[in-house]
C-alpha cells in the first residue's frame, strides 16, 4: 500500500527559509541559530497559508456551472449521429437538380423523419454575402433526396438541411446540418442592406414594429412583424407550410441558421392575427448583423422579405 508521506513543519520550514534566503539581494541574515530561522520560516508559511485561506474564504458559493446545451446550426455535416454527405452539388449558373444522402451511423440511408410543418426535410440554400437565399423541400427516392435548384450567379454558397428524427418531440429542436460548395464565375457581390423599419412585396407592407432597434445578444427577444395591405389594413395571411410565416435567421459573420415560426394566436393555432402582428422569439448569441428572411402566403401567393437587424 502505498503512503503519502507528510513533511514535518520543520522540514518545511527549512525549504522555506532556504528559498527566501537565497532570493534575497542582501545575504546578512544570520546562519547560525537554527530554531530562529524555524521560528521565522514558521511565521512565514502562516501568513501565506492566512492569505489564502482569507481569499479563498471571501469568494462567494457557487455551484458549478451546467454546460451549455449546443445546438445544430448548419455550420457542420455531422451532428446527432447523422451524416449530410452530397452527391450532386451545383457547379454552374442556371437550373440543376441537387443530391444527397443522410445517413446514421450505421451507415444507412435516412428516409424517414417526422412531418414537421407539412415536410420530412426543409433545405435552404444562402450565397456568403447573404444573397440568393431558396427554401426547398426536396423528395426523396432510390437512397437520395434530391430537389430542383436554380443558381443565379457564381461565388461561395451553403446549403442547409433541417429535420426532425422520429422519436423526437415535433416541439424540440431540429437537426440542422451543411454543407458549402462554390459555383465558379464571375460573381457580382451584394452588401448587406442597412436595417430598415419596412419592407414592400407586392401589395404588402411588412413593418418592424421596434423599427431598425438594436437587439441585444444573449437575452430573450421579442421579434415583431405586422403585414398590411396597401391601405394599411391587416393582411389576408393564410397558412403556409403549416405556419402562417416562417424566419430564417443567419448570423452574418459565421452563417449561422436559426429558422423561427410566430407564437400562435389563437387556442388551436387556427387563426390568422386579426391585426396582422406576428411575432417570434429568439435569442442571439452572438453580437453582430443577423440577415433574416420572412416568408408568408397571402392571396394564394407566397411572399418573401428580407431584414437586417444588428445585435449588441
Avoid: C
Avoid at 449558373?93 to 450505421?106: N, S
Amino acid at each position: 500500500m502505498n503512503r503519502h508521506v507528510v513533511p514535518s513543519v520543520e522540514r518545511v520550514a527549512e525549504e522555506v527559509w532556504g528559498a527566501a534566503v537565497s532570493s534575497s539581494p542582501v545575504r546578512m541574515i544570520s546562519r547560525s541559530s537554527r530554531l530562529a530561522r524555524i521560528a521565522v520560516a514558521v511565521t512565514m508559511v502562516a501568513g501565506a497559508a492566512g492569505a489564502v485561506y482569507l481569499v479563498a474564504d471571501s469568494r462567494p458559493s457557487v455551484a458549478p456551472a451546467s454546460p451549455a446545451r449546443v445546438y445544430s446550426d448548419g455550420l457542420a455535416d455531422s451532428y446527432d449521429g447523422y451524416t449530410l454527405i452530397p452527391i450532386t452539388l451545383p457547379s454552374r449558373r442556371g437550373a440543376t437538380v441537387l443530391e444527397f444522402r443522410i445517413v446514421g451511423t450505421d451507415g444507412a440511408d435516412n428516409a424517414y423523419f417526422q412531418w414537421v410543418h407539412t415536410k420530412q426535410l426543409h433545405l435552404y440554400v444562402l450565397r456568403d454575402d447573404m444573397s440568393g437565399y431558396q427554401h426547398l423541400h426536396p423528395d426523396y427516392s432510390d437512397g437520395r433526396w434530391r430537389a430542383p435548384i436554380a443558381i443565379g450567379d457564381g461565388g461561395a454558397y451553403r446549403m442547409y438541411t433541417e429535420f426532425t428524427p422520429v422519436g423526437r418531440a415535433a416541439t424540440d429542436d431540429p437537426t440542422v446540418l451543411g454543407v458549402p460548395f462554390v459555383v465558379p464565375g464571375d460573381t457580382t457581390m451584394v452588401p448587406v442592406p442597412a436595417p430598415v423599419a419596412q419592407v414592400r412585396s407586392g401589395p404588402f407592407t411588412v413593418t418592424r414594429l421596434d423599427g431598425p432597434a438594436n437587439l441585444v445578444s444573449g437575452q430573450q427577444t421579442v421579434l415583431s412583424f405586422r403585414i398590411t395591405n396597401a391601405d394599411g389594413t391587416p393582411a389576408p395571411l393564410e397558412p403556409y407550410l403549416g405556419a402562417f410565416a416562417h424566419l430564417s435567421n443567419f448570423e452574418v459573420r459565421t452563417q449561422k441558421l436559426m429558422h423561427l415560426h410566430p407564437l400562435p394566436t389563437s387556442l388551436n393555432g387556427d387563426l390568422p392575427p386579426a391585426d396582422g402582428v406576428l411575432q417570434f422569439h429568439a435569442v442571439f448569441a452572438e453580437r453582430g448583423d443577423q440577415r433574416m428572411f420572412l416568408q408568408f402566403q397571402a392571396a394564394g401567393k407566397v411572399h418573401q422579405v428580407a431584414f437586417t437587424v444588428f445585435a449588441t
